[in-house]
């Protein structure tokens, strides 16, 4: 029960301290003592001072696998364990020369939450690293903590300005990608109708990127038909199902035509799925058709 993870605690936590505070420990030691930290009662971790040895090993520790241990357990361990000294010391590891450290950092800055970045007026800094950060790989993690950072950390002009700039200009696919999938997990609502008009611009220009126009489909189709609606609704789709040259891409339009019941349901709807189910030499194009026809509730 408990008090066996107590009576754990007590023995366990006091060796792990020891082990952090030793200026010799092997790498491997102190990352596997940083990882069996996040198993042990929060409390019990405060009283030993184990926070504060991790925060000195995130930012003083001259091997990154160690920053990038402690950094990742900062995060496991949450807000109520870690405080506003373990959101400071993110802040600080989000600018560490190792690209690993910082791709670990982002992810905590995501599990602490929105609160504990406010509290530590962390949100310019973390938007200012989106646009900054050298590294693919960083850059998608500073994305992904936005996201779970939630509507909140947009509720001024500056996030959503700083994402837009950033997905016209980052020429790397996979961050215009994750900013996409962003927008979506944030709504329509927070988004609103300038991001969606962007989405309509890289579903033109980005033809050679599939992964982005994948997403900006994926996008339109979980904001909904009133984000569809102004992209053009369905002749912009009736257009891109045919156009597309990728099936992937295709088969998310389809997905979106789905959204658009009224219209779908129309003579001209079901003709234009009819055709494609004809003539498509996509399987897998086809089969959403089918589904489509399914969802509305044709036989």
């Given at each position: ?25 092997d ?23 184990g ?65 504990a ?86 579903i033109e ?9 994948v ?85």
């Amino acid at each position: 029960g408990n008090s066996v993870w107590l009576q754990a605690d007590e023995v366990v936590i006091p060796r792990l301290t020891k082990i952090f505070k030793k200026e010799d420990s092997d790498k491997t030691v102190l990352c596997s003592a940083a990882r069996t930290i996040v198993g042990l009662t929060g409390q019990a971790i405060i009283d030993a001072g184990g926070c504060s040895l991790l925060c000195t090993r995130a930012t003083e520790d001259t091997d990154e696998h160690v920053r990038e241990s402690a950094v990742h357990v900062l995060g496991e361990l949450g807000i109520k364990v870690v405080g506003s000294e373990g959101a400071k010391i993110l802040l600080r590891s989000i600018e560490d020369h190792a690209p690993r450290v910082r791709r670990a950092a982002f992810w905590s800055v995501g599990a602490l939450g929105f609160e504990a970045m406010e509290e530590v007026d962390g949100l310019s800094t973390l938007f200012q690293r989106v646009a900054e950060d050298p590294e693919v790989g960083v850059k998608v993690a500073a994305v992904r903590a936005l996201a779970q950072l939630g509507p909140k950390a947009f509720s001024d002009s500056q996030g959503l300005s700083v994402l837009r700039q950033r997905i016209t200009e980052e020429p790397h696919e996979v961050v215009q990608a994750a900013i996409i999938r962003t927008w979506a997990k944030l709504g329509l609502e927070v988004v609103g109708s300038e991001s969606v008009k962007i989405l309509n611009t890289l579903i033109e220009n980005e033809y050679d990127k599939e992964e982005v126009r994948v997403a900006a489909w994926r996008a339109l189709a979980d904001l909904g038909s009133e984000a569809i609606d102004l992209v053009e609704g369905f002749d912009s789709l009736s257009r891109w199902v045919f156009e597309d040259a990728s099936e992937c891409v295709r088969v998310e339009v389809v997905k979106c035509i789905a959204k658009l019941k009224p219209e779908v349901s129309s003579r001209e709807g079901v003709d234009l799925l009819s055709q494609l189910l004809k003539e498509d030499p996509s399987g897998d194009v086809r089969a959403a058709v089918v589904s489509t026809f399914a969802h509305l509730g044709f036989e």
